[in-house]
């Protein structure tokens, strides 16, 4: 009778031991930092650290090719650059790293003269140009961004999953 008494012991720690792992591995042990670093919310920066978002896409020409280098930039709510790259006709591919929690407007200048040519239209529908990138904000990719100078146009041929956002920014320098 002992040896099934040491038995069930056995058997219920086994079990309560399998069930702390299970939920350990299901929830995880820690933040977005493991269990060595501070826990927060995922996406939510630690004091002094800034989280950033990449947006990448592919610039390619509608009803004519790019003729010239054109410079991709992304503008925040306050009218600063936050990030660009130059791009040509022979790789029109950018790769942007910018804060999260902040608002953009995506523009296309001449690379040459620095003059704006047009801004991404990220939402065909309404027309939306602007768009905010909350905290915890996966990284987007635009695929590609149909670019027609002619018409003084760009857009996504998908329009990406981004929040609308509307702000006032001078767009001559």
């Not at 060595?36 to 509608?62: M, R």
């Not at 996966?138 to 999953?161: E, H, K, M, T």
Request: charged share 15%; aromatic share 6%; hydrophobic share 45%.
């Amino acid at each position: 009778m002992k040896s099934l008494h040491v038995s069930f012991i056995i058997m219920k720690t086994w079990w309560l031991t399998f069930l702390l792992l299970a939920t350990l591995s299901l929830t995880g042990c820690g933040g977005k930092y493991g269990s060595a670093g501070p826990a927060g919310a995922p996406g939510e920066a630690a004091p002094g650290e800034t989280i950033t978002v990449t947006v990448q896409g592919n610039l390619i020409g509608d009803a004519s090719p790019l003729t010239g280098p054109v410079s991709v930039v992304l503008v925040d709510e306050a009218g600063n650059v936050a990030a660009s790259q130059t791009v040509t006709a022979a790789n029109g591919n950018f790769s942007l790293a910018i804060p999260a929690g902040r608002s953009y407007l995506m523009l296309f200048r001449d690379a040459r003269t620095g003059k704006a040519i047009c801004p991404l239209v990220v939402n065909r529908r309404t027309g939306g140009i602007a768009f905010h990138l909350p905290q915890g904000s996966p990284d987007v990719n635009l695929g590609p961004v149909i670019f027609d100078s002619r018409l003084g146009r760009a857009w996504c041929r998908i329009d990406p999953p981004l929040l609308q956002a509307t702000f006032a920014v001078p767009l001559d320098e």
